[in-house]
């Protein structure tokens, strides 16, 4: 089993939804979450970054945080064709903190 | 300031060679990782250099390797090549080690032959 479950999709929603990306993990010893958009042929591009459980907020972006559960979610609202992409979530413990581990990575396409 | 620059950006190599990739990170970051990136196993950690030393290593054989330089540049190599090595290595830099934000490179795609 993967220390880290991510629906790899694909995903297609019409332009203006609310998307919701989500993955579980296993090791109890995450405390850093993170959130990246890869493009095609692009590098990983950090969109949210999390420490611990709770909330965050930038713009579209939302990013919920559920130790208990772990299990972690990001929400996109107003979904534009421009978010069109490979949505992959990546965490961390703090021994060996830039040791991520990630996702398998959603595919997400918006529809005009 | 510039990215996180990675050469070459694409790659043809045939098995049992070896291959060096390398990366520049962006100014003033002193913390290198590598990953590698695959359609079946997705995004794996490969190693982690900082003021010239490794510091975190994946679960990945001695076939991978690495190295920095004093000016944070960083090289990876590998050697005896094997069809699955075929993937996106992905180079990612930050101002220093532990948590920090890592940023990306474009990658260098690798196709064994």
């Known amino acids: 089993q993967k220390e880290v479950e991510q629906d790899p999709g694909p995903l297609s929603v019409p332009e203006g939804a609310i998307v919701s990306l989500n993955c579980t993990y296993s090791n109890s010893a995450f405390q850093y979450f993170m959130w990246y958009r890869q493009y095609s042929r692009k590098g990983p591009e950090l969109l949210m970054y999390?420490?611990?459980?709770g909330n965050k907020e930038d713009g579209r972006f939302t990013a919920q945080v559920d130790k208990s559960s772990k299990y972690i979610s990001l929400f996109i609202r107003d979904s534009q064709p421009s978010d069109s992409a490979t949505y992959l979530c990546a965490m961390s413990g703090i021994q060996g903190a830039q040791k991520l581990v990630f996702g398998q990575g959603t595919r997400l396409t918006i529809n005009p | 300031k510039a990215g996180v620059t990675q050469t070459p950006r694409y790659l043809i190599k045939t098995r049992g060679q070896q291959v060096t990739l390398s990366c520049s990170p962006i100014s003033g970051h002193r913390s290198v990782s590598w990953y590698q990136q695959t359609p079946g196993q997705g995004l794996q950690f490969l190693f982690e250099y900082f003021s010239e030393t490794q510091r975190n290593k994946g679960n990945f054989p001695g076939r991978f390797s690495g190295r920095q330089f004093s000016n944070s540049r960083s090289e990876m190599n590998v050697s005896t090549l094997e069809l699955g090595d075929s993937a996106l290595y992905l180079c990612?830099?930050?101002?220093?080690?532990?948590?920090?934000?890592?940023?990306f490179g474009p990658g260098t795609r690798l196709l064994v032959l």
């Open positions: 999390t420490y611990s459980s």
């Open positions: 990612a830099s930050s101002y220093t080690t532990g948590m920090e934000t890592q940023y």
